[in-house]
């Protein structure tokens, strides 16, 4: 039982059931952002299919992202927190449903979907301004409330504007999404998040993310008719990737810390994109569709924007795990595949098993590194 003296942002929290069951839609409208870039022409992915699938993810996550803040430092098991919820993920589908490459298809349902969330979110954090909390608490539901009322406001502009112009409230409304709450940091810091309970939302999320990758992975790779070794690499890259992962949010990060999460909710952004991207790397890696270049450049890219997502959370460590010397050896590694993949460009799985090999050893630094500090303790 937590003392009453306790901080909240120090209490014990844990995800409740009603969190994981919101973050399954979430999970299905990520998978499906992700086939923007399952589609090829003249051997490459064009960039306006990459930025496509940059702006849906950075829309679906801050949307998530907001939602799991409320819920992280005022959320309860009560009926009007978990209605809300219900009612969110309830919207969430037709959202998904309307994640397309072209965007003028599903305009509309997808910004009516967006302003519908956010007047949701924002009337979350209004109502819990009156149940009578300290000047911290009342002055981030106020930020909250008003970003996601602007944005909400935004969205449903750009459904009544003319086509040549609605995109631009709706993209004004994302840039506003991602950067709106930076001038209310200075009553953020008063009351912060708790990092037992983010961590542990970010990481499930990031987790049931991983395996959609793997199922992907299964369904389009790998056959029961004829087996071949490189499924052994393929398979090997997620383990290790997974494994590093692991690591570092079970044993390097400090939950006593105090933080108002967004460090934390923009690695795991960059950390859930590059998981995409290598999905897509992995599953053209069994065909010719793209060329051996762009293949390489693609994997190696992806890889390198998942654990940078890793290493901006080092301020997150326990001091004796901050060392930049793995950040070194992990990123002499990776460019020692690189080099590797590059001169034996053309051969066939080269990458693959150098890939493999590298995160895997990366992996094993970061296992050795958090046993040396448990040694210590």
Request: net charge positive.
């Amino acid at each position: 039982m937590v003392n009453a003296l306790t901080p909240k942002h120090l209490a014990e929290k844990r995800a409740g059931f009603h969190e994981l069951f919101f973050d399954l839609i979430f999970v299905y409208a990520i998978q499906k952002i992700a086939h923007v870039i399952l589609t090829t022409q003249n051997g490459s992915i064009s960039a306006d299919l990459f930025f496509k699938y940059i702006v849906m993810s950075l829309f679906l996550w801050l949307m998530w992202s907001h939602q799991t803040f409320f819920t992280n430092r005022f959320g309860q098991v009560t009926f009007k927190d978990v209605s809300f919820m219900m009612f969110n993920m309830f919207i969430m589908v037709f959202l998904s449903n309307s994640l397309y490459p072209d965007f003028e298809k599903t305009f509309f349902p997808f910004f009516l979907c967006v302003a519908i969330m956010y007047l949701s979110i924002g009337l979350q954090y209004l109502l819990h301004i009156r149940t009578g909390l300290d000047y911290g608490d009342k002055r981030t539901c106020q930020a909250f409330a008003t970003v996601a009322f602007v944005i909400s406001f935004l969205s449903f502009l750009s459904l009544v504007l003319p086509q040549s112009i609605h995109y631009i409230p709706g993209f004004l409304g994302v840039f506003i999404a991602a950067t709106g709450l930076i001038p209310f940091q200075k009553y953020l810091v008063l009351s912060p998040v708790n990092m037992m309970h983010l961590v542990e939302r970010f990481s499930l999320l990031t987790i049931i993310i991983f395996g959609e990758v793997l199922v992907g992975l299964a369904s389009s790779s790998f056959s029961i008719d004829h087996f071949s070794y490189i499924y052994i690499f393929q398979f090997m890259i997620l383990i290790s990737l997974f494994g590093v992962y692991w690591i570092i949010t079970e044993n390097y990060i400090n939950h006593k810390l105090s933080s108002i999460g967004f460090r934390l909710s923009y690695t795991h952004l960059l950390i859930n994109i590059a998981l995409g991207v290598i999905n897509a790397a992995i599953v053209f890696s069994n065909s010719n569709k793209l060329n051996d270049l762009f293949e390489i450049n693609m994997m190696y890219i992806s890889v390198l924007i998942f654990y940078i997502g890793l290493w901006l959370i080092t301020p997150y460590f326990h001091n004796e795990l901050t060392n930049a010397k793995y950040i070194s050896y992990s990123l002499g590694i990776l460019v020692m595949s690189y080099i590797v993949s590059l001169l034996f460009k053309g051969h066939d799985h080269v990458m693959i098993i150098s890939v493999s090999v590298a995160t895997f050893c990366i992996m094993l630094i970061y296992f050795k590194n958090q046993r040396l500090r448990n040694k210590h303790e």
